[in-house]
């Protein structure tokens, strides 16, 4: 069974970057057949999707981050990783990773989620 | 992008009632998820391609719709079905989230 566990900083300040890792265990993203995606939600809101990768490393973001936003692969295609730059107090959020079924287009697993604080 | 419009935004039920939560979307779908979040839990998936129940998922839970207008219906309400419920849908990029329904037992 697949695990997804996210990792990096709890603490960003307003206009540098924000980076976040999720590993991946019981799965390969190399296999293919998913697309690994960013999902965040902010205190007391509601989920908002942000982008994928597929293991051929093409991505796809939410025009809404478009100017900000990477997201990669690690060489090792065990890892993929999110970039946001220029943060401020907005994105304050907890961030997700999760796997996306690229035949069902069903979200099967998720990451346990990371808090991450956008303050001085 | 395709907008999602839950309704109701929230919800207080007995154990044992009905629950209907409907989604409109404002383009024709297909694949359309729901989800089920308890507060500080990670979101679980109950439904997916509007009316298939994933794995593990209580019978209970059922759902159904098709184009712009779709329906989770948990047939008899239990006290673990407290939480926020989305919608969500994977057809086109950008994906995107119901604003959710809060369901208070």
């Known amino acids: 069974q697949v695990q997804l566990q996210e990792s990096g900083p709890g603490l960003a300040k307003p206009s540098q970057t924000l980076s976040l890792t999720c590993s991946v265990s019981?799965?390969?993203?190399?296999?293919?057949?998913?697309?690994w995606n960013w999902i965040r939600q902010r205190p007391g809101m509601g989920l908002e999707w942000m982008g994928l990768?597929?293991?051929?490393?093409?991505?796809d973001y939410s025009p809404s981050l478009q100017s900000r936003i990477t997201i990669s692969l690690d060489n090792s295609k065990t890892q993929f990783s999110l970039r946001l730059r220029s943060v401020t107090a907005a994105d304050t959020a907890m961030y997700y990773c999760a796997r996306l079924h690229t035949y069902s287009r069903r979200i099967d697993s998720w990451g346990q989620g990371t808090l991450v604080t956008v303050s001085s | 992008d395709i907008q999602m419009t839950q309704s109701p935004s929230s919800q207080s039920a007995s154990v044992g009632d009905r629950v209907t939560i409907t989604c409109q979307t404002s383009q024709d779908i297909k694949y359309l998820s729901w989800f089920q979040q308890r507060p500080g839990k990670v979101p679980k998936l109950l439904i997916f391609?509007?009316?298939n129940l994933e794995s593990g998922v209580p019978s209970r839970f059922s759902g159904s719709g098709s184009g712009t207008e779709f329906t989770l219906i948990i047939s008899s309400l239990q006290p673990a079905d407290f939480g926020t419920y989305y919608c969500?849908?994977?057809?086109?990029?950008?994906?995107?989230f119901g604003q959710g329904t809060t369901l208070d037992i």
């Open positions: 019981g799965g390969s993203i190399s296999a293919g057949g998913y697309y």
């Open positions: 391609g509007a009316s």
């Open positions: 969500q849908q994977s057809d086109s990029l950008p994906y995107t």
């Open positions: 990768i597929y293991y051929t490393g093409s991505t």
